[in-house]
């Protein structure tokens, strides 16, 4: 079996990321939703939609949380993918399909019954996107820190292996960001707007109280001006204070990192040594010098200056990158469900390597 029959599916609740392993990036990044007419459910749109288009359409999210609750939106989305944004037919290939943290049993075995019985794959591996980013992350051992639109999840790895229960997921994520700033921000009218001023005008403060902020111009759809101010940090803020928006959370980023590293006991030293951003949301400026500075005041004098926070500009594609490179080992063809193993044995079949780890 050739490596450069497989196609690697990131589904981001944001964006969903696919393409060819045999491909350094991903042919296809497209929004995760779906957009229909208003009052109207016979047609739909698929793509990454300007804010125009946003506004005329009713636009359906398959992800909430995190997981996958409409399940006829994300089929489209898959099938638009196979048929027209990489223009396969998809029974010649296996998938590479991601899946969340603690994804339960009745979404795994739905994935599976979609991939072989309506799209005919050769062969299926559900991955993990935590895994896949650690994967990318070309380490040892460390802290994944994935930050996605719907979901944050984080987990600690030792020697290619995860730590067991040495991990969080939290229901918390860009969106959340998108849903303060659009709070703060009175002069704008939906959502959509709030998302696109989020990433060209926000950012992280390294002293949050003490950042003098630079305003920010912004052009609105009917060419009205606004001055974005102190607003460009306090919805990324949220990620270490949640408490800002959500007046019942004590917890932060920073302190669920530190919690699970200091859970790892004597590996403590080698997690510190690789504490690695991936996901959309990983994207704000200033969030690596950020973290590295709790962490390091968290950390204690034993730890000082161990501390090493990772970015990269490819973060938001860490996790595809992370499947092309789990296709490439020499083991991969052992950890595929084939569609010949699927009907002879069921949607069970597919946990034979649910906790894969390549060594």
């Known amino acids: 079996m050739e490596y450069d029959e497989t196609i690697i599916i990131d589904n981001g609740s944001y964006f969903i990321k696919s393409g060819f392993s045999y491909e350094d990036s991903p042919k296809s990044c497209l929004r995760t939703c779906v957009g229909y007419p208003q009052n109207k459910d016979s047609t739909y749109s698929f793509g990454n939609l300007t804010i125009e288009q946003m506004n005329t359409l009713n636009l359906r999210y398959p992800f909430e949380d995190g997981a996958i609750k409409n399940w006829d939106d994300m089929e489209k989305i898959w099938d638009y993918i196979f048929n027209k944004e990489l223009e396969v037919n998809p029974s010649e290939y296996n998938v590479i399909l991601t899946q969340p943290l603690m994804n339960s049993r009745d979404e795994k075995e739905k994935m599976a019954q979609i991939m072989f019985e309506k799209f005919n794959i050769s062969s299926l591996y559900l991955a993990y996107s935590i895994d896949l980013a650690f994967y990318s992350s070309n380490r040892e051992s460390g802290l994944i820190v994935d930050l996605g639109a719907n979901s944050t999840q984080i987990s600690a790895f030792l020697y290619y292996s995860p730590i067991p229960y040495k991990f969080e997921r939290l229901y918390y994520g860009g969106n959340a960001i998108t849903d303060y700033l659009y709070h703060l921000l009175k002069q704008v009218q939906n959502k959509s707007i709030a998302e696109d001023i989020k990433e060209k005008a926000c950012y992280v403060a390294l002293d949050y109280e003490k950042e003098i902020v630079?305003?920010?111009?912004?052009?609105?759809?009917?060419?009205?001006?606004?001055?974005?101010?102190?607003?460009?940090?306090?919805?990324?803020?949220?990620?270490?204070?949640?408490?800002?928006?959500?007046?019942?959370?004590?917890?932060?980023?920073?302190?669920?990192?530190?919690?699970?590293?200091?859970?790892?006991?004597?590996?403590?030293?080698?997690?510190?040594?690789?504490?690695?951003?991936?996901?959309?949301?990983?994207?704000?400026?200033?969030?690596?010098?950020?973290?590295?500075?709790?962490?390091?005041?968290?950390?204690?004098?034993?730890?000082?200056?161990?501390?090493?926070?990772?970015?990269?500009?490819?973060?938001?594609?860490?996790?595809?990158?992370?499947?092309?490179?789990?296709?490439?080992?020499?083991?991969?063809?052992?950890?595929?469900?084939?569609?010949?193993?699927?009907?002879?044995?069921?949607?069970?079949?597919?946990?034979?390597?649910?906790?894969?780890?390549?060594?």
Not at 233 to 253: H, V
């Open 214 to 359: 630079e305003p920010f111009s912004y052009i609105l759809p009917d060419n009205k001006k606004i001055i974005i101010g102190k607003e460009r940090i306090q919805a990324s803020e949220t990620l270490f204070n949640p408490e800002l928006f959500y007046k019942d959370s004590d917890l932060g980023l920073h302190r669920i990192c530190n919690k699970i590293i200091e859970n790892c006991k004597d590996d403590k030293e080698e997690i510190y040594k690789c504490i690695y951003l991936s996901g959309g949301n990983s994207l704000f400026k200033g969030l690596r010098e950020r973290l590295t500075k709790e962490l390091n005041y968290m950390a204690g004098y034993s730890y000082k200056g161990l501390v090493n926070v990772i970015d990269s500009e490819y973060g938001k594609f860490s996790v595809w990158m992370g499947g092309q490179i789990l296709s490439k080992i020499s083991t991969f063809d052992k950890i595929l469900t084939s569609k010949k193993m699927y009907e002879e044995s069921g949607s069970s079949i597919i946990y034979k390597n649910d906790n894969y780890i390549f060594k």
